[in-house]
Antibody, heavy 121, light 108 residues
Framework: QVHIVQSGAEVKKPGASVRVSCMTS????????IHWVRQAPGQRPEWMGW????????KYSQRLEGRVTINTDTSARTVNMELRSLRSEDTAVYYC??????????????WGQGTLVTVSS | DIQMTQSPSIMSASMGDRVTITCRASQSVSSWLAWYQQKPGKAPNLLIYDGSRLEDGVPSRFSGSGSATEFTLTISSVQPDDVATYFCQQYSDSSPFTFGQGTRLEIK
């Protein structure tokens, strides 16, 4: 059974960085890409980027390029997302989600529970 | 970026009603479209992918149709458990994937 569990809520000051972890189980880890999606209160989800876990290739939203990094620890079956130079508008719930396809770039079939990141001075 | 627009933004239905939600893309996404259901405080849950394929475990009262720029999600007989916000998402243009603004479904 597929399970995805994320790290806990974070409170950060403007200009700081945050790292959110996504721990997976129940499937062949390297066979599926992982995406990161965030959702500000009352807003539509916003796609941030994804990583092909097998070859570690990444693709990021142009809006966030330069501030976001996604990497993976294969031995721990974990994908991490780091967002730097935080601003108040980065306050959101951050989700990781598994790509349904074997080659990436597909619908998202299993999601973590979400991690609230609050940016406030 | 491909823009996704849903209508309506809010809808109210009675139990047993048939409801339809529309999603329009600013350019063709072929059939690369998914529908998700999101309940308050929870992550989105995949209902439909490739425009019309029902995800495993999703009740058969949910169905999807459409292609290119116009898609619909239909609930054939609304149940109380269907109260949620529904989002469409395109994955044709892989950077970035984009979501519609959501349709909130309420029960009368």
């Amino acid at each position: 059974q597929v399970h995805i569990v994320q790290s806990g809520a974070e409170v950060k000051k403007p200009g700081a960085s945050v790292r959110v972890s996504c721990m997976t189980s129940g499937y062949t880890f390297i066979s599926y890409s992982i995406h990161w999606v965030r959702q500000a209160p009352g807003q539509r989800p916003e796609w941030m980027g994804w990583i092909n876990v097998a070859n570690r290739q990444t693709k990021y939203s142009q809006r966030l390029e330069g501030r976001v990094t996604i990497n993976t620890d294969t031995s721990a079956r974990t994908v991490n997302m780091e967002l730097r130079s935080l601003r108040s508008e980065d306050t959101a719930v951050y989700y990781c989600a598994r790509d349904k396809g074997l080659y990436g770039g597909y619908a998202l079939d299993y999601w973590g529970q979400g991690t609230l990141v609050t940016v406030s001075s | 970026d491909i823009q996704m627009t849903q209508s309506p933004s809010i809808m109210s239905a009675s139990m047993g009603d048939r409801v339809t939600i529309t999603c329009r893309a600013s350019q063709s996404v072929s059939s690369w479209l998914a529908w998700y259901q999101q309940k308050p405080g929870k992550a989105p849950n995949l209902l439909i992918y490739d425009g019309s394929r029902l995800e495993d475990g999703v009740p058969s009262r949910f169905s999807g149709s459409g292609s290119a720029t116009e898609f619909t999600l239909t609930i054939s007989s609304v149940q109380p458990d269907d109260v949620a916000t529904y989002f469409c998402q395109q994955y044709s243009d892989s950077s970035p994937f984009t979501f519609g603004q959501g349709t909130r479904l309420e029960i009368k």
